[in-house]
């Protein structure tokens, strides 16, 4: 069997040999293993058996299927154990580092930061499926202790916080302690510390309201002392009541110098009503009020009540009446004769008279009624409501003026 030659089984290479004898042991060049010559059969039977099919049991078919699909099956759950292990062994790498960082942290003193890290590897280990109980422990312990740590550096630097600040840091406390099962034990401390802060909050809006008062800025005042009663209603039952008693009684005292009340207009209107004043001029009497340093009631206050009787009154009295003929028309002119008064118990501490009529001529007068005025020779309706909205801008524009008169608040001496 001379020039034989076969596949090394160990690389794939050829093996190529002179002496053909079955069952002796020869050397790939290739590879250098030590290979078995198998048997091959000659030439005349390779040629017999040439294009022909062997024909397989089905039994031995299905055999083979089975066990192919068994080693696909097999190499799959290999596969998954393998992902599963890698991503064991990165968990196990990050909760390492990341306890060694807040270790790290720890002793720098960066305690926040230490926690951080903390929390995190904790979760991580709570997050696998079968995490090792020793190592759970650890890491909780860790963020336990940590946790602990910085509650109570918290607590202690309250008192050296801006009053509002501490209040909103002891609030924060608050909530991580009712969240945290660890830090259950800290919540009446915390809660101590969330009433110290609201009073020492109350007592700067109090030290504010009084500046302002002093300063002549009543808003402002009037303010603080609503921002001071809405933290009063948080206070427990035993704080409460004294707080908001200190805080009505500054409110009585900045309204007792700063508040005024705007009268409901009165008077008598030959057309449209008293409520075309409130609507159009009631606003400017708040705004003018406020400039010159009055209180008018506000729409939500919870002293809203001190202004049932007000130290000071505004009040506004129109008369309206025909002025005589508007040119050679029949129609009639307007004239508003105002009393703006300013009240104090029963005295009238000031008083101003705006007054308005009808301009003759009328600006912006359609060109159609200054035809009919001119021709007509009886009073025409439309052209007297519009003479007579032209005296009621005229004495709008007077009491702007007017308003502008008002003393300021009486201070006590």
Known sequence: ???????????????????????????????????????????NELARRKGTRRSVPPMLRVAWGVVGLLAIITAVGG??????????????????????????????????????????????????????PDRLRE???????????????????????????????????????ERDPHLNGYLAAVSAAVERSRLREIDRALDAARRGFASDHPADALAELESADAVARKLSDAGRPAAESRIRAEA????????????????????????????????MLIDQARERGYLTRPAKSPFRDLWERP???????????????????????????????????????????????????????????ASRLAISRDRDAEAEERLHADAFASFGEQLGIKIRGLPPPERPR
């Open 79 to 132: 596969v998954n154990r393998f992902i599963r292990v890698s991503r064991i062994s990165e968990r196990g790498r990050r909760v390492v580092a990341l306890t060694t960082s807040a270790r790290e942290h720890e002793a720098a003193g960066r305690i926040d930061a230490a926690l951080i890290d903390a929390e995190a590897a904790a979760t991580l280990m709570r997050s696998a499926a079968n995490p090792d």
């Open 252 to 283: 009585e005292r900045l309204v007792a110098v700063h508040g005024i009340g705007i009268e409901p207009f009165s008077g008598k209107t030959i057309q449209g009503a008293i409520s075309d004043y409130d609507s159009a001029y009631r606003s």
């Open 139 to 177: 890491v909780s312990s860790l963020r336990d202790r940590l946790a602990t740590t910085d509650l109570t550096r918290r607590l202690e630097a309250l008192d050296r916080l801006e009053p509002r600040r501490a209040m909103g840091e002891a609030l924060t406390l608050q909530a991580i302690a």
């Open 311 to 369: 130290p000071a009154r505004l009040g506004l009295s129109v008369q309206e009446s025909y002025a005589g003929s508007y040119l050679d028309s029949k129609s009639r002119v307007t004239e508003i004769h105002g009393d703006l008064t300013l009240s104090r118990g029963d005295r009238v501490v000031w008083r101003s008279n705006p007054n308005g009529r009808t301009r003759v001529p009328v600006e912006g007068l359609p060109a159609y009624l």
């Open 1 to 43: 069997m001379t020039g034989v030659r076969f596949a090394c089984p160990e690389c794939g290479e050829a093996v190529r040999i002179s002496d053909g004898s079955v069952g002796r042991e020869v050397e790939c060049a290739s590879c250098g293993a030590s290979v078995e010559v198998p048997y091959l059969p000659r030439g």
